[in-house]
């Protein structure tokens, strides 16, 4: 049973668009949500997160929108940049629960 | 280094040997844990080490693997006699303290069984 789901596992955008990666979730129990990004033969690095109490966080060209009656996430980048090519994956905790992961490509 | 890190960052083991792998947190962070990514999927959690308890191994897939964090800092993840179906990249991270969560990862280890 998968409890954090990422349906789309590529996604290809202009530079300067902007970039949706969705998330969806199965567990009622996760207080938080994060993103995290990672690069060919790197460890994951945190991008942001969203507690459950609210529905959106915003950190520069980052937001994080969580819909919880949808349970439903959504991670905005705008504008879109050629480094931000890389893996994204959504989790839930705790324990962390991790999404397959969507690849994002920006196209210059 | 700030970061965490991860040795060795390459191991093939023939089916049947013994593996350790290393992970060095941050220092000063409480919490370790251990993650095992397959190809083409997220990171699936393996255990979870508050100081030197191991509070949480509930990821373990069967007693072939062993984690201990004796000291409190460094981690060893050993799998006995290794199967093809453990290849995989084990990823260790670290966190202050669990409930930030905010966990900074290690670039992993990548284990071939033959």
């Known amino acids: 049973d998968q409890q954090v789901k990422q349906n789309s596992p590529s996604l290809s955008v202009q530079e300067g668009r902007i970039s949706i990666l969705n998330c969806d979730y199965t567990n009622s129990m996760f207080d938080y949500f994060l993103w995290y990004k990672k690069y060919p033969a790197e460890g994951p690095t945190f991008l942001i997160s969203i507690s459950s109490i609210k529905d959106k966080n915003e950190d520069g060209r980052f937001t994080v929108f969580l819909n919880k009656s949808a349970k439903h996430l959504s991670l905005h980048i705008v504008p879109s940049q050629p480094g931000d090519s890389a893996v994204y994956f959504c989790?839930?905790?705790?324990?962390?629960?991790f999404g397959k992961g969507t690849r994002l490509s920006v196209i210059a | 280094g700030a970061g965490v890190s991860q040795s060795p960052r390459y191991k093939v083991a023939k089916r049947g040997q013994d593996v350790a792998l290393r992970c060095d947190p941050i220092?000063?962070?409480?919490?370790l844990f251990w993650y095992q990514q397959a190809l083409g999927q997220g990171p699936e959690f393996l255990t979870y080490?508050?100081?030197?308890?191991?509070?949480?191994k509930s990821g373990l897939p069967s007693d072939r693997f062993f984690a201990e964090r004796p000291e409190g800092s460094v981690s060893t993840l050993k799998i006995q006699r290794t199967q093809q179906e453990d290849s995989a990249v084990y990823l260790c991270?670290?966190?202050?303290?669990?409930?930030?969560?905010?966990?900074?990862f290690g670039p992993g280890t990548r284990l071939t069984v033959l």
């Open positions: 080490f508050q100081n030197e308890a191991q509070l949480d």
């Open positions: 220092s000063g962070h409480v919490s």
């Open positions: 991270a670290s966190s202050y303290d669990r409930n930030t969560d905010t966990q900074y």
């Open positions: 989790a839930g905790n705790t324990p962390l629960v």
